[in-house]
C-alpha cells in the first residue's frame, strides 16, 4: 500500500519522497532541517532536492526498500510526508517576513494544518491563506481561499501632506489615496483594496487600521482546467474563519461524490448550498 | 526607511551579478531578507546548496528560511551589515538573490521526473532562464514550464506558460475487445470512446498521451511531442488565464515565441497607476485580444 507522501517516479523500484515542515509551519524551515534534507537526498536519493509550487519539499529518486527508513528520518526533523493523492494539501501561507507587513496568517494556517493536514477527502483539497489582497499564496485560484482585509480610517485633518502614504515604495499601490502640497489626504474607498499598507506607513495616525476581517473564496483551481474561485463571504471576523473553513471542507464532504473536486461540486449544486 | 537601506548598500552588492534592490528586502533599518535561489532553476537544489544555505541563516540571520510561493529559499532576519559576506557565500555555492521585482522571474519547471511526463521541460527551460531570466521589463513576467497538461508549476496563470503535449496515432485494428485501459487512463471525460470503433475527441483531449502509455496493444501511439505556448496568465489580485498562442510548437518555436511576446510587451506596456505598469495580460486585455496584441 502506498503511503501518503511517496509518489511514483521515474526509473524502476524508485520512488519520490514529498514531505512538508510542521516547525512551525509549511512556509517555514530551519538550518537543522535543510541539514536533515540535506543529509537524507545524499544518503537516499540522488543528492538533489526539488520544491513544489505548494511549498512542500519532495526528495526524488528513493530506492524503494529504503523510504520507510529515510521517512523516519525526515519525521524526526520535523516533516511530515504527506500531501498528495486524495488528501488535503497543507494550507499555503504567503510570508511571515513580507515587507509590507500586513495581515499574519502564519498561526491560523498551523491551527488548519493540524486539523486538516493530509486528511482524507474525496479529492485533492487545496486551502490558502493570504495576508492581503495581493494574494501571493494564490487564494483566488484553490479550492478554498482566505485573504485578510483591513478596514481604514482616513483623517485628512490630521494629514501632514509629507505623500508617503502614495509615494513610498510600500505605500498604497492602487491609486485609492492622493494627497498634494495644498490638499490633505483624500481616499476613494472604490478603489481601495483594503490591505492596509498605508496605514503601517503614516506617521502621524492620519490613516489607521481598523478592524480585520477574512474573505473565503472558494472553488478555484489550477491544473488541468485551471478557474477562479468565487467570493463566498465578505469580511469574516477572525474568530470565525477557521469555522468557516471548517464547514466548507464537511459541506464538501457530505455533497462530493468519490474523486469529485470542490469546483466540480459547487458546479453541480450551485454555491448557495455553502452559503 | 526602506530607500535609505537600498542607497547604502547597493554599490556594495552591485557586483553580484543579478542583485537587483528588491532582491534584497529592507525590513528594518538593520535586517535584510534576501532572496536566494539556484540557477538554473530555483525549484531544484542539491544537498550541498540546502546545507549552505543552512549555514548561512544560521551565521548572519535567524536560522530560519521561508519557502517562497515561486521556489525561492529566502533566509530574512540577516544584518545589513553582513549582507555582502552572506551573498558572497551564497554565490559562491551557485546560489543568487534574485526573483523579485519588475523583471523575468525565476524560470519555473514541473517535476519532470514524473511519470505524467509528456516532454521534458528542463533543457528547454535552462535556455530560457539563461537567455531572458532578470531580464528588466516593465512589470514582473513569469514563465512556467509543465511536461503535460496536468500543469502543476500553473501555467495557464503566468505571463507565458508552455505545457507538453503530445500527438497521437490511431491503429484501430490493434484495438482488442474487451480493454478498458485507456478508458480508465484518460482524465478526461468523454475524450476517448471505444464503443463502436476506437475514437478520440480531438475538442476534449488534452493532449496528455495517458491512453497510449496505458495501451499495452499499440493502437494508441504517441507519434510526436511538442509544447502548446499559453500566454498572457496571471495570478495575485486579480487572476487572469493564458490565452492559446502556438498549438504544437517546437522547441525553437517556443524561444521564438517567447521572444516575440516579451518584444510587444516591452513596446506596448503602460502605465496602469501611479506606481506600475501593465501586467501582459492587462495590456492584451486593453489591446483587444493576444491577435491584435501581437500584430500591434
Ligand atoms: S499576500 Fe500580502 S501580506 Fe502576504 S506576502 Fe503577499 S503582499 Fe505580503
Ligand atoms: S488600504 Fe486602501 S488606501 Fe490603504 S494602501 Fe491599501 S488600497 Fe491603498
Ligand atoms: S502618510 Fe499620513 S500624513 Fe503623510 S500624506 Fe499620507 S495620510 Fe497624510
Ligand atoms: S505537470 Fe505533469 S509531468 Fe509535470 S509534475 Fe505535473 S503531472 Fe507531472
Ligand atoms: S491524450 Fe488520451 S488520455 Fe489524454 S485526454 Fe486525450 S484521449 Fe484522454
Ligand atoms: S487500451 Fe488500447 S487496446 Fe485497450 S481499449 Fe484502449 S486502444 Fe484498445
Given at each position: 500500500?502506498?503511503?501518503?507522501g511517496?509518489?511514483?517516479?521515474?526509473g524502476?523500484?524508485?520512488?519520490v519522497i514529498?514531505?512538508r515542515?510542521?516547525?512551525?509551519?509549511?512556509?517555514?524551515?530551519?538550518?537543522?532541517?535543510?541539514?536533515?534534507?540535506?543529509e537524507v537526498a545524499?544518503?537516499?536519493g540522488?543528492?538533489?532536492?526539488?520544491?513544489?509550487?505548494?511549498?512542500?519539499?519532495?526528495?526524488?529518486d528513493v530506492e524503494?526498500?529504503?523510504?520507510?527508513?529515510?521517512?523516519?528520518?525526515?519525521?524526526?526533523a520535523?516533516f511530515?510526508?504527506?500531501a498528495?493523492?486524495?488528501?488535503?494539501?497543507?494550507?499555503?501561507?504567503?510570508?511571515?517576513w513580507?515587507?509590507y507587513?500586513?495581515?499574519?496568517?502564519?498561526e491560523?494556517?498551523?491551527?488548519?494544518?493540524?486539523?486538516?493536514g493530509?486528511?482524507?477527502?474525496?479529492?485533492?483539497l487545496?486551502?490558502?491563506f493570504?495576508?492581503?489582497?495581493?494574494?501571493c499564496?494564490?487564494?483566488?485560484?484553490?479550492?478554498i481561499g482566505?485573504?485578510?482585509?483591513?478596514?481604514?480610517?482616513v483623517?485628512?485633518?490630521?494629514?501632514?501632506?509629507?505623500?508617503l502614504?502614495?509615494?513610498?515604495?510600500l505605500?498604497?499601490?492602487?491609486?485609492?489615496?492622493?494627497?498634494?502640497?495644498?490638499?490633505?489626504?483624500?481616499?476613494?474607498?472604490?478603489?481601495?483594496?483594503?490591505c492596509?499598507?498605508?496605514?503601517n506607513?503614516?506617521?502621524?495616525?492620519?490613516?489607521?487600521a481598523?478592524?480585520?476581517g477574512?474573505?473565503?473564496?472558494?472553488?478555484?483551481?489550477g491544473?488541468?482546467?485551471p478557474?477562479?474561485?468565487r467570493?463566498?463571504?465578505e469580511?469574516?471576523?477572525?474568530?470565525?474563519?477557521?469555522?468557516?473553513?471548517?464547514?466548507i471542507?464537511e459541506?464538501?464532504?457530505?455533497?462530493?461524490?468519490?474523486?469529485?473536486?470542490?469546483?466540480?461540486?459547487?458546479?453541480?449544486?450551485g454555491?448557495?448550498?455553502?452559503? | 526607511m526602506?530607500?535609505?537601506?537600498?542607497?547604502?548598500e547597493?554599490?556594495?552588492?552591485?557586483?553580484?551579478?543579478?542583485?537587483?534592490?528588491?532582491d534584497?528586502?529592507?525590513?528594518?533599518?538593520?535586517?535584510?531578507?534576501?532572496?536566494?535561489?539556484?540557477?538554473?532553476?530555483?525549484?531544484?537544489?542539491?544537498?550541498?546548496?540546502?546545507?549552505?544555505?543552512?549555514?548561512?541563516?544560521e551565521k548572519?540571520?535567524?536560522?530560519?528560511v521561508?519557502l517562497?510561493?515561486r521556489?525561492?529559499?529566502?533566509i530574512?532576519?540577516?544584518?545589513n551589515s553582513?549582507?555582502?559576506?552572506?551573498l558572497?557565500?551564497?554565490?559562491a555555492?551557485?546560489?543568487?538573490?534574485?526573483?523579485?521585482?519588475?523583471?523575468?522571474?525565476?524560470?519555473?519547471?514541473?517535476?519532470?521526473?514524473?511519470?505524467n511526463?509528456?516532454?521534458?521541460v528542463?533543457?528547454l527551460?535552462?535556455?530560457v532562464?539563461?537567455?531572458?531570466?532578470?531580464?528588466?521589463?516593465?512589470?514582473?513576467?513569469?514563465?512556467?514550464?509543465?511536461?503535460?497538461?496536468?500543469?502543476?508549476?500553473?501555467p495557464?496563470?503566468?505571463d507565458?506558460?508552455i505545457?507538453?503535449i503530445?500527438?497521437l496515432?490511431?491503429?484501430e485494428?490493434?484495438c482488442?475487445?474487451?480493454?478498458?485501459?485507456?478508458?480508465?487512463?484518460?482524465?478526461?471525460?468523454?475524450a476517448i470512446?471505444i464503443?463502436?470503433?476506437?475514437?478520440?475527441?480531438?475538442?476534449?483531449?488534452?493532449?496528455?498521451?495517458?491512453?497510449?502509455?496505458?495501451?499495452?496493444?499499440?493502437?494508441?501511439?504517441?507519434?510526436d511531442?511538442?509544447?502548446?505556448?499559453?500566454?498572457g496568465?496571471?495570478?495575485?489580485?486579480?487572476?487572469?488565464f493564458?490565452?492559446?498562442y502556438?498549438?504544437f510548437?517546437?522547441?525553437?518555436?517556443?524561444?521564438?515565441?517567447?521572444?516575440?511576446?516579451?518584444?510587444?510587451?516591452?513596446?506596448?506596456?503602460?502605465?496602469?497607476?501611479?506606481?506600475k505598469?501593465?501586467?501582459?495580460?492587462?495590456?492584451?486585455?486593453?489591446?483587444?485580444?493576444?491577435?491584435?496584441?501581437?500584430?500591434?
Amino acid at each position: 500500500m502506498i503511503k501518503a507522501g511517496i509518489i511514483r517516479g521515474e526509473g524502476k523500484g524508485k520512488v519520490v519522497i514529498r514531505v512538508r515542515s510542521t516547525q512551525p509551519y509549511t512556509a517555514e524551515i530551519t538550518s537543522e532541517q535543510l541539514r536533515v534534507l540535506a543529509e537524507v537526498a545524499r544518503k537516499y536519493g540522488s543528492r538533489v532536492v526539488h520544491t513544489t509550487p505548494r511549498q512542500a519539499i519532495e526528495i526524488p529518486d528513493v530506492e524503494e526498500s529504503l523510504v520507510e527508513e529515510a521517512i523516519r528520518e525526515l519525521e524526526k526533523a520535523g516533516f511530515k510526508a504527506g500531501a498528495s493523492g486524495e488528501l488535503t494539501r497543507h494550507t499555503f501561507a504567503c510570508s511571515r517576513w513580507c515587507l509590507y507587513n500586513s495581515t499574519p496568517v502564519a498561526e491560523m494556517v498551523e491551527e488548519i494544518n493540524e486539523k486538516y493536514g493530509d486528511v482524507e477527502m474525496p479529492a485533492k483539497l487545496t486551502i490558502s491563506f493570504s495576508g492581503c489582497d495581493f494574494s501571493c499564496a494564490r487564494s483566488r485560484t484553490s479550492d478554498i481561499g482566505v485573504i485578510a482585509k483591513t478596514r481604514i480610517k482616513v483623517e485628512p485633518d490630521r494629514c501632514i501632506k509629507c505623500g508617503l502614504c502614495v509615494n513610498d515604495p510600500l505605500g498604497c499601490q492602487v491609486d485609492a489615496l492622493t494627497v498634494s502640497k495644498e490638499k490633505p489626504v483624500e481616499w476613494d474607498s472604490e478603489k481601495c483594496v483594503g490591505c492596509g499598507f498605508c496605514s503601517n506607513i503614516c506617521p502621524v495616525g492620519s490613516i489607521t487600521a481598523q478592524e480585520k476581517g477574512f474573505d473565503i473564496y472558494i472553488a478555484g483551481g489550477g491544473g488541468m482546467f485551471p478557474r477562479e474561485a468565487r467570493l463566498l463571504k465578505e469580511f469574516v471576523s477572525e474568530e470565525r474563519v477557521l469555522e468557516e473553513v471548517d464547514r466548507i471542507v464537511e459541506k464538501y464532504r457530505a455533497l462530493a461524490k468519490p474523486g469529485e473536486r470542490l469546483f466540480s461540486v459547487v458546479e453541480r449544486v450551485g454555491i448557495e448550498e455553502f452559503d | 526607511m526602506a530607500e535609505e537601506g537600498f542607497k547604502l548598500e547597493l554599490p556594495k552588492v552591485g557586483i553580484i551579478k543579478g542583485v537587483k534592490p528588491k532582491d534584497i528586502e529592507v525590513v528594518g533599518e538593520k535586517i535584510v531578507n534576501i532572496r536566494a535561489r539556484a540557477k538554473p532553476y530555483s525549484n531544484i537544489y542539491t544537498a550541498e546548496q540546502l546545507e549552505k544555505v543552512a549555514e548561512v541563516a544560521e551565521k548572519y540571520g535567524s536560522g530560519k528560511v521561508h519557502l517562497s510561493p515561486r521556489h525561492n529559499l529566502e533566509i530574512p532576519e540577516v544584518r545589513n551589515s553582513m549582507l555582502m559576506p552572506a551573498l558572497q557565500e551564497l554565490f559562491a555555492a551557485g546560489l543568487q538573490a534574485g526573483g523579485s521585482g519588475t523583471s523575468v522571474r525565476n524560470i519555473f519547471t514541473c517535476a519532470d521526473y514524473c511519470p505524467n511526463k509528456v516532454r521534458g521541460v528542463r533543457e528547454l527551460g535552462a535556455i530560457v532562464s539563461e537567455l531572458y531570466g532578470d531580464l528588466p521589463l516593465p512589470n514582473k513576467f513569469t514563465i512556467s514550464f509543465a511536461a503535460c497538461p496536468s500543469g502543476c508549476s500553473r501555467p495557464w496563470n503566468v505571463d507565458i506558460g508552455i505545457i507538453g503535449i503530445a500527438e497521437l496515432a490511431l491503429e484501430e485494428e490493434k484495438c482488442v475487445d474487451g480493454c478498458t485501459a485507456c478508458l480508465e487512463a484518460c482524465p478526461v471525460e468523454g475524450a476517448i470512446s471505444i464503443e463502436g470503433g476506437l475514437k478520440i475527441d480531438s475538442e476534449r483531449c488534452v493532449r496528455c498521451a495517458r491512453c497510449a502509455r496505458a495501451c499495452t496493444e499499440g493502437a494508441i501511439k504517441v507519434k510526436d511531442t511538442g509544447f502548446k505556448v499559453v500566454v498572457g496568465g496571471k495570478e495575485g489580485r486579480t487572476v487572469l488565464f493564458g490565452e492559446e498562442y502556438l498549438s504544437f510548437a517546437k522547441d525553437y518555436e517556443v524561444i521564438e515565441a517567447i521572444d516575440k511576446v516579451i518584444r510587444q510587451y516591452k513596446k506596448l506596456a503602460q502605465k496602469r497607476d501611479r506606481k506600475k505598469y501593465e501586467r501582459l495580460g492587462e495590456v492584451i486585455q486593453r489591446i483587444g485580444g493576444l491577435e491584435a496584441f501581437m500584430s500591434s
